[in-house]
């Protein structure tokens, strides 16, 4: 499965920015869509999960009441990020997982990345 992530950009603090992670073939039910960030210097972040076939959701304590994850359709992921904050910058990366985790290394595929900038 190859995943392909969009909807980066450069918005001020209190805005709003939906990412958007299309799969190149139908995400399974027992599938896990994860968000991770990585600003630079730091180590990758996880953000947030969706078990696909439940819509069972986990969010990190840094972004939840503020991001949310859902389905749009059998093959696009999204992340819906409202009232960002300066801190929000980084690339942001979607993958799949078999498992709901949110250790990076159990995630098998990964997508390319979309930069998101938060200016004060």
């Known amino acids: 499965v190859q995943l392909q992530a969009s909807g980066g950009g450069s918005v001020q603090a209190g805005g709003s920015l939906r990412l958007s992670c299309v799969a190149s073939?139908?995400?399974?039910?027992?599938?896990?869509m994860g968000w991770f960030r990585q600003a630079p210097g730091k180590e990758r972040e996880f953000v947030g999960n969706?078990?696909?076939?439940?819509?069972?959701t986990y969010y990190a304590d840094s972004v939840k009441g503020r991001f949310t994850i859902s389905r749009d359709g059998a093959m696009n992921a999204v992340l819906q990020m409202n009232n960002l904050k300066p801190e929000d910058t980084a690339v942001y990366y979607c993958?799949?997982?078999?498992?709901?985790?949110?250790?990076?290394?159990?995630?098998?595929?990964w997508g390319q990345g979309t930069l998101v900038t938060v200016s004060s």
């Open positions: 969706i078990r696909w076939g439940t819509q069972r």
């Open positions: 993958a799949r997982a078999l498992e709901f985790t949110t250790v990076p290394s159990q995630y098998i595929n």
């Open positions: 073939s139908r995400i399974f039910s027992s599938a896990v």
